[in-house]
């Protein structure tokens, strides 16, 4: 089936530097890339939709100049938190749609844990 | 943006129990899927009922979908304790599927041995 490579799965920064989550989808053409992030004991919300080669769709109350989302290819989207602070510790995941939707079309990455101390 | 909305938000039984969850949704949607999320992993997906679907099973799983009401419920059949875990419902909404899926606040499940 449909897989999603998603690194790191954790990650300590230091407040003030970047950090970059990778999301590759290994076998299937990832056109559209949802990124979501949850808090503890929350659930997810989604905070932009890139399509492959244009510039990202941000929700409501996302930065979009701290969160860099690149979609360059088919197979790959990056999520840069920049300048992270510690209230940007959360749990990150990405979720790839196909060109051709399987029976649920939506394969999700194993997630990044983010600490910034 | 979130939508969904599950109850009960905590529920502990015993094992070999049944558990039962709940989801309503305010949108149209193409097709209603839950997932199952161990303490701070990822999302497994469990299963998908398309909106033109009344009752779905999978296993230990039913899952039926009430359109009419916009609601959906989960119910996890002679309950273990692997089960434990916290269970969101996710829409997918009508229109093409651009804006991704919308979860549901989550059930978190205790299933006590």
């Known amino acids: 089936g449909a897989v999603v490579s998603q690194h790191p799965s954790w990650v300590i920064c230091k407040s003030g530097t970047s950090v970059k989550i990778e999301c590759r989808s290994l076998?299937?053409?990832?056109?559209?890339m949802f990124w979501y992030r949850q808090f503890p004991k929350q659930s997810l919300m989604l905070m932009a939709t890139s399509n492959e080669g244009s510039k990202a769709t941000y929700e409501q109350g996302v930065e979009k100049d701290k969160f860099l989302i690149n979609h360059a290819s088919l197979t790959l989207s990056t999520l840069t938190v920049t300048s992270a602070h510690p209230e940007d510790s959360s749990f990150y995941i990405c979720?790839?749609?196909?060109?051709?939707?399987?029976?649920?079309?939506?394969?999700f990455g194993s997630g990044t844990r983010l600490t910034v101390v | 943006s979130q939508q969904g909305e599950e109850d009960p938000q905590a529920l502990s039984i015993q094992e070999g129990e049944n558990a039962t969850m709940n989801c309503s949704y305010k949108?149209?949607?193409?097709?209603l899927q839950w997932y199952r999320q161990n303490s701070g992993r990822g999302l497994v997906h469990l299963i998908l009922?398309?909106?033109?679907?009344r009752e779905k099973h999978s296993g230990r799983l039913r899952v039926t979908l009430d359109t009419s009401k916009k609601s959906s419920s989960l119910l996890i059949t002679a309950s273990r304790a692997a089960d434990t875990a916290s269970y969101f419902c996710a829409t997918d909404a009508a229109g093409g599927g651009a804006d991704g899926l919308t979860f549901g606040k989550g059930t978190h499940l205790i299933i006590q041995p």
């Open positions: 009922i398309r909106s033109n679907e």
């Open positions: 949108t149209s949607i193409n097709n």
């Open positions: 076998d299937f053409q990832a056109t559209t």
């Open positions: 979720s790839a749609r196909a060109r051709d939707p399987t029976n649920y079309g939506y394969t």
